[in-house]
């Protein structure tokens, strides 16, 4: 299901509503839906990126990262009390990747926003970021900073046989 389809189960006046507005009215109509008026509103102030295939919503919050997706209830995937930013979506929309300081630097986690299931594909002392995803499904991954950085490369099927 796309977007354009799921926006009409809504109400009249919310489609009404969320056709004029956008995006962005469609995820704060959730928010306010779903979740308390603190949560609502960091929902509503949240980056949020659409699926290539416009199917799933990642919405990054103050800290957690949920996914909407065409049966319209928001998910919370990172479910962790550490900071999880920075959403990307792999090509083919089955996964996304997202950085989290749960284990007190930044590292790199992979999730599957059908399953929930989250794995964590970077392991280093030093701070790793997603540098992007390539159109075959790879996925690159920048490690340290200033004069010492360095890339890593996980092929599709590694991430595959990781988040199934």
């Not at 699926?51 to 919503?57: F, G």
């Not at 790199?108 to 499904?137: C, H, L, M």
Request: glycine residues 8%.
């Amino acid at each position: 299901m796309t977007w354009d389809n799921f926006i009409t189960n809504f109400t009249s006046d919310a489609v009404a509503g969320i056709a004029i507005l956008g995006i962005s009215a469609l995820v704060g109509w959730i928010g306010a839906r779903y979740f308390s008026k603190k949560k609502a509103s960091q929902i509503r102030s949240g980056k949020y990126i659409v699926s290539p295939d416009k199917v799933h919503v990642a919405i990054e919050t103050s800290k957690d990262i949920f996914v909407i997706d065409d049966g319209g209830e928001p998910k919370n995937i990172s479910r962790h009390s550490a900071k999880d930013t920075d959403p990307r979506w792999s090509p083919d929309s089955r996964f996304f990747a997202f950085i989290s300081d749960r284990d007190k630097n930044w590292e790199v986690y992979v999730a599957n926003p059908i399953t929930g299931r989250v794995v964590q594909i970077t392991f280093s002392p030093e701070d790793e970021y997603i540098i992007e995803w390539t159109k075959s499904g790879d996925l690159w991954i920048g490690t340290g900073d200033g004069d010492e950085k360095s890339l890593q490369v996980f092929r599709k099927d590694e991430i595959e046989e990781l988040v199934k």
